[in-house]
């Protein structure tokens, strides 16, 4: 029994209850809608960005009404014969340039000393959709850099409040001692009475931070993201919550950091401990994988181990072919 | 002069206790709800009278509860919203102190009707003294045998609890009630599920107004059909209104619905006229988050008939040119008021109400609320109108609940109906901060277009 759904008219099949962004992020490509507080390893989180907002044109086979508002794809479940707009849309795409606008207002724009630079959600998103330049004339908010813990720093001016890393504590942890106080422009992200948050899984709190406001503090200010060289990687760990399976971030023959595997959607393919993530930085830790395909939106793809497709005129050329061969038998063996 | 249904014995000394209430007719609906009717007929009485919600979105109740889903062995919750903190409106605050024991008749008929056994009135919780004043009510009530197990022989079992807010504007809105009353952080849920499926600890719930609930008994007393006979078309009944601002009169009227908004700021039945012989600028009709209407769009409609008091009168010419019944907080401003500073205002407090959940709402409130600051204080530019509007427009609809929409509606009627107001403030930013606008145009006669 499956529903079946078209958005910006491309038909897909998925599984009753899935909601609208699965069913795109199954389909794949443009369509996506972007999500920054959803994340498919969390329940109930999404909603709350509202960037994932889209038209719902037709609301089902047996009752076809359009939705009166923009939904959000990420908590709207599908159902059968349901037409849904995201790009095709104008008023969509004009929603989605005003949130993305009204995310960047109270956002510092630090990104030159910001170490989630390169893969940081939001700089995508605004880049994807943002204008060059805002209309925000006043000061911004501000609040002290915080340290939860001694290898996690909170750097809440930089948050969104996706409430990503309470929902990691409440359902990843043993227990949340971390949440939200206060309400509107004040919320933030706080310990209260600065408590560490210290427990085995409390590093997966920088992964899932869709931009710099939560930060490894064994990594901060050791290199931007897209000059190191992402290797995956496993160890045997102990710990029964944690399979051990990692990216480790190489700058020549030193171990930068250690993070949860990520996918195109830059979520986390299963959540680590904190041993492997803060503790085991030296390569003798670690059996080595190969390099690490890191999604096609971060800087860091554009590098490295992208293989090396010949150019169209090499292509075309059995001289230039010739001469590149041993060029691209290497690349291509990484 | 219309019939008082809510407020009739509001005069009557001690009708806040129990015995001074049944001697003047009340639990009278109890009785008669619980001996001979089924909840199935309470029901449908409530869906003849036509009640509309008295909360603000004029939901028609009796639908609501037939929304209701009814599963086997799963309890469902009544749950009253008493959270009343919109800017202008005083009503139900006014009702609980004066007058507990309608609520609590209407809490006992309203869930026998929707099968609940534990009902909840959430009363915000600045009001301490209406949460003493209800739980003593409640205390007389169960001591009488209204509450508690078997009441009145009929076999009916209610509990009725009275839980002070959580001190926010935002738990007002349904399902930010619901949380906080499970004790959580008061955000607002995404719907669906709507609280009708799940709602209060995951069953069932219906939320109503006080005064939704309070026009329950009246209801069944004198049954569906008498109680839709008052009240033009779709808007029936009374309805209690705060009037406040520069009226002669302020305080709470009980009005019959369709009654013109002339008579009701004019008589000196209600409010009296405008205080100090002054002339009427503007008026907020249904508390801050409706629109707000210049005093020539409000005492006439766009084709120049009389605007009444009631949902479809309110709102006839949509947002171009109509406003709201919303929850009846009526505010009238006098010549001498400054809209700029009024907006500003209002917006203040949706910055400082916003739960801070969705982003739209979030920033976007403190957005607008920083750019009328400036132009209240003579720094704006000519540019802030347009961009007001535009960041109105984001958030409008954009949001997880409807406190982005009530946040955005008065900044953009403001800016349709008093633009040179706003103008005015930015061109003589100097006199701006000293003295005001005045009346200007805001209640010449409406000319109206000639249909060929």
């Known amino acids: 029994m499956s529903v079946k759904v078209t958005i910006d008219g491309i038909p897909v099949e998925v599984e009753p209850g899935t909601t609208i962004l699965n069913a795109a992020r199954q389909i794949g490509g443009d369509i996506v809608p972007p999500a920054m507080c959803y994340y498919s390893k969390l329940k109930d989180s999404g909603g709350k960005c509202r960037t994932c907002l889209v038209k719902v044109s037709k609301g089902s086979e047996k009752d076809p009404r359009p939705m009166p508002k923009l939904v959000a794809s990420c908590r709207t479940t599908v159902m059968d014969g349901m037409e849904v707009q995201n790009i095709t849309s104008p008023e969509v795409v004009e929603a989605r340039k005003g949130i993305v606008e009204i995310l960047l207002i109270n956002h510092p724009l630090d990104c030159p000393i910001c170490d989630q630079a390169g893969e940081c959600d939001l700089q995508n998103l605004a880049f994807d959709h943002g204008a060059a330049k805002t209309r925000y004339e006043f000061d911004r908010r501000k609040f002290e850099k915080i340290d939860i813990g001694d290898k996690i720093q909170l750097h809440m001016t930089r948050c969104i409040l996706c409430y990503r890393c309470v929902f990691v504590a409440d359902q990843i942890t043993d227990h949340r001692i971390h949440g939200i106080l206060n309400r509107g422009d004040h919320s933030e992200i706080s310990t209260y009475i600065k408590a560490a948050v210290d427990n085995d899984f409390s590093g997966n709190v920088i992964d899932v931070c869709p931009v710099g406001a939560l930060t490894d503090k064994t990594f901060r200010f050791k290199n931007r993201v897209w000059f190191t060289k992402p290797v995956e990687a496993h160890r045997d760990c102990d710990h029964p919550g944690c399979n051990g399976k990692v990216t480790l971030w190489y700058k020549g023959e030193d171990v930068l950091r250690v993070t949860a595997r990520k996918d195109v959607y830059g979520e986390v393919e299963e959540f680590i401990c904190n041993t492997c993530r803060f503790d085991k930085k030296s390569t003798g830790d670690w059996v080595i994988e190969g390099p690490r395909k890191v999604s096609n939106q971060s800087v860091i793809s554009a590098n490295h181990y992208e293989t090396l497709h010949p150019l169209p005129v090499v292509k075309t050329n059995i001289l230039l072919q010739e001469a590149n061969k041993e060029q691209f038998e290497r690349e291509t063996r990484l | ?452």
């Open chain 2, 1 to 452: 002069m219309g019939r008082k249904l809510l407020l009739e014995h509001i005069n009557v000394p001690g009708i806040n206790t129990f015995d001074v209430y049944r001697s003047k007719g009340g639990y009278a609906a109890v009785e008669k709800a619980l001996k001979t009717l089924t909840p199935d007929d309470i029901v449908e009485e409530v869906k003849k009278s036509g009640l509309r919600g008295r909360g603000g979105a004029g939901f028609p109740t009796g639908m609501k509860w037939s929304f209701l889903a009814k599963p086997e062995g799963v309890a469902r919750y009544l749950v009253c919203n008493a959270d009343e903190s919109e800017p202008g409106t005083f009503k139900d605050r006014y009702l609980m102190t004066y007058i507990p024991h309608l609520l609590i008749e209407g809490m006992i008929v309203s869930s026998f009707a929707l099968g609940a056994n534990a009902s909840y009135i959430y009363v915000r919780g600045e009001m301490m003294p209406q949460i003493r004043i209800l739980e003593k009510a409640i205390a007389e009530a169960k001591n009488k045998g209204f509450l508690g197990k078997n009441i009145l022989g009929t076999g009916y079992d209610l509990e009725l609890y009275v839980q002070p807010g959580g001190g926010a504007y935002i738990c007002g809105e349904e399902t930010a009630l619901l949380e906080s009353l499970e004790g959580k952080r008061g955000n607002p849920r995404i719907k669906p599920p709507f609280p009708a499926i799940a709602g209060l600890y995951g069953c069932p719930t219906v939320v109503n107004n006080v005064e939704s609930i309070a026009a329950v008994v009246p209801i069944i007393n004198e049954g569906g059909d008498e109680y839709a006979k008052i009240g033009v078309g779709r808007s029936t009944g009374t309805k209690l209104i705060s009037a406040g601002g520069n009226v002669k009169k302020p305080g709470v009227y009980e009005i019959d619905l369709g009654l013109p908004v002339e008579d009701f700021l004019y008589s000196d039945e209600y409010c009296g006229g405008i205080a100090g012989g002054k002339r009427l600028k503007a008026v907020v009709a249904g508390g801050s988050s409706v629109p707000i209407l210049p005093a020539n769009l409000f005492l006439k409609t766009i084709n120049n008939e009389p605007r009444l008091m009631s949902y479809e009168s309110l709102a006839d010419g949509g947002f171009v040119s109509g406003t709201m019944m919303g929850s009846g907080g009526f505010i009238a401003f006098d010549e001498d008021q400054c809209i700029v500073r009024n907006t500003w205002n209002f917006t203040r407090f949706y910055h400082h109400e916003s739960c801070g959940q969705c982003s739209p709402c979030r920033e976007g409130t403190g957005w607008m609320e920083k750019v009328l600051h400036r132009l209240e204080y003579g720094h704006g530019k000519m540019s802030d109108m347009d961009l007001l509007v535009d960041v109105s427009k984001k958030i409008e609809g954009n949001t997880i609940c409807p406190l982005g929409d009530a946040a955005a509606w008065p900044v953009a009627s403001a800016i349709r109906h008093f633009r040179d107001e706003f103008e005015w403030h930015v061109t003589n930013a100097a006199e701006a901060v000293r003295g005001n606008y005045g009346l200007a145009h805001y209640a010449d006669p409406l000319h109206v277009k000639e249909t060929a």
